[in-house]
């Protein structure tokens, strides 16, 4: 059973629809600024989305009366493009909706604890309701439509590639047809401060592989695939999802072994599962967030699986930010889109390479690229690490 991507959703600090993200990665616009939803001390840079959750929920046509967490929000304005693109009915049965997310109704949960802190009879528990990681999948479901199988990925920096995965599998399997797959995450005081306590919050704009790099900028933002089965398409691809893989090693609460061992295993058997040469790859969306630890790990796992010949590869998290459980939708969308449109995304603020591995990623715009196939990697917390690849359609 093969898997095709027939839709496309994403929401941004670069852009509130594909086209606009697509606009920005071509000029070269990317979304870090300070920080405007929220109060913080932090003087850091972020990727933001701009709109205010009540211009969301106006622009999503819904009562701006009513509580939504804006992690809820994000995805149902991703979840829907993606849908509206693949031009599918979702209440057909056996259509699923798998989401991702880290940080939850977490914005909300601090609007709640605020006057409780001052007062334990105080604070609208319509808001601390929100706080489980569920809830935004049950309520884009719901702005959608669907009513099959629904779910609820929570795996760190890795979530939205593992619940890609999960809707390949439930396709492949039989369980499915069409499968809406993806995640969301917001901007929030609990992540930029955990972040901070980690010590990997760069100050400035964020250098992914560049031997200057001193960690990463937050981000937030949703995308989402549309996965089906060739029975069940109503339009052309865009690719199909050939290999993928999760492995955890477990090295560290929070880093990668610095041989990059769980990297190498996600990419390997990604590429394993595809069948396809490993020499035939043609560019790579790697994690890349900019610290320390992860861009070396990874880039000792690019040099131990292609040994000197490394394709052409770029993070876009200097674009967006990190956007932790929505990294992987968003950027899965902009790796279908590099074979569709045969890009190669710039890698922006890179100047040296990483002493210990010489590795350059792509340093400026490459368009006009016969892209065949195209891996892309995201890494999480606990050693989850999870890797996709794409492929140009070959013939139907």
């Given amino acids: 059973m093969r898997v095709y991507v027939t839709g496309l959703g994403v929401v941004s600090g670069i852009g509130l629809n594909v086209e606009e993200n697509i606009a920005s990665l071509i000029a070269g616009k990317h979304g870090m600024e300070k920080t405007t939803l929220f109060s913080t001390q932090l003087d850091v840079p972020v990727s933001e989305v701009k709109l205010t959750n009540t211009t969301l929920k106006e622009k999503l046509g819904l009562d701006i ?8 929000l994000l995805g149902m304005q991703a979840a829907q493009e993606a849908v509206n693109d693949a031009n599918i009915d979702v209440h057909a049965l056996r259509t699923g909706f798998i989401s991702s997310t880290s940080v939850g109704g977490m914005d909300l949960s601090e609007q709640f604890y605020i006057p409780f802190r001052q007062d334990p009879l105080k604070g609208r528990l319509r808001e601390v309701a929100s ?28 979530s939205a590639a593992n619940a890609i995965m999960l809707g390949a599998r439930l396709i492949k399997c039989g369980y499915l047809d069409t499968a809406i797959v993806g995640g969301t995450d917001a901007l929030c005081r609990f992540t930029l401060n955990g972040f ?38 109503t339009r052309t691809p865009y690719c199909e999802l050939t290999g993928y893989a999760n492995t955890n090693e477990a090295y560290h609460q929070t ?5 990059g061992d769980g990297p190498y295993k996600s990419m390997s058997e990604a590429i394993s599962q595809s069948g396809i040469p490993k020499e035939e790859i043609d560019y790579i969306n790697v994690h890349g967030t900019g610290t320390p630890n992860n861009d070396l790990s990874e880039g000792m796992a690019l040099k131990r699986l292609f040994g000197e010949k490394v394709p052409p590869f770029s993070s876009v998290k200097a674009f967006i930010g990190h956007t932790l459980g929505a990294s ?11 074979i569709h449109r045969g890009m190669m995304y710039p890698n922006l603020n890179f100047q040296t390479p990483i002493e210990e591995t010489g590795l350059s990623p792509v340093g400026t715009l490459r368009q006009k690229e016969e892209i065949r196939h195209v891996l892309s990697n995201s890494f999480g917390f606990g050693g989850s690490n999870s890797s996709l690849l794409f492929s140009k359609v070959k013939a139907l």
């Fill in 328 to 338: 992987e939708g968003i950027e899965a969308v902009y790796s279908v889109l590099a």
């Fill in 131 to 158: 706080h489980d990681c569920g809830d935004s999948t049950e309520r884009i479901a719901s702005y959608l439509g669907i009513q099959g199988f629904i779910t609820t990925i929570s795996t760190a920096c890795s």
């Fill in 196 to 233: 901070n306590s980690l010590m990997i919050l760069d100050k400035e704009h964020c250098r992914p592989f560049d031997h200057t790099r001193a960690g990463l900028n937050l981000g937030e933002g949703a995308g989402y695939l549309v996965l089906q089965s060739e029975k069940s398409m």
């Fill in 65 to 72: 009366k009513h509580t939504y967490s804006r992690t809820a």
């Fill in 255 to 259: 880093g990668s072994s610095p041989e």
